[in-house]
Nanobody
Framework: QVELVESGGGLVQPGESLRLSCTAS???????MDWYRQTPGHERQLVAR???????TYSNSVKGRFTISRDEDKPIAWLQMDNLRPEDTALYLC?????????WGLGTRVTVSS
């Protein structure tokens, strides 16, 4: 069983930044790590993914504003979110898919409001 713990969410104003962290309880060096977000009544949306080799991909809605990264030695991934908009308000969840299972964190809430 792998535990994923997110942190870094909060309440910010439009245009401000937040940095989310996801820490896993096991090595993740062989696997991609993802950030999803979810709002009430909607399915989870993939926001960003970073491959095991460190190659990032982004949804069109966050491209150019968000940056995903990971530690080379520790099982940690970050999501730097700049120029936040009200529509970025959501529960942000870390996701990991291994060879045999997939895991979700409980999420960290981001609220963008003036």
């Amino acid at each position: 069983q792998v535990e994923l713990v997110e942190s870094g969410g909060g309440l910010v104003q439009p245009g401000e930044s937040l940095r989310l962290s996801c820490t896993a309880s096991m090595s993740t060096s062989l696997f991609a790590m993802d950030w999803y977000r979810q709002t009430p009544g909607h399915e989870r949306q993939l926001v960003a993914r970073i491959s095991a080799a460190g190659v990032p991909t982004y949804s069109n809605s966050v491209k150019g504003r968000f940056t995903i990264s990971r530690d080379e030695d520790k099982p940690i991934a970050w999501l730097q979110m700049d120029n936040l908009r009200p529509e970025d308000t959501a529960l942000y969840l870390c996701h990991l898919k291994t060879f045999s299972n997939e895991y979700w964190g409980l999420g960290t809430r981001v609220t963008v409001s003036s």
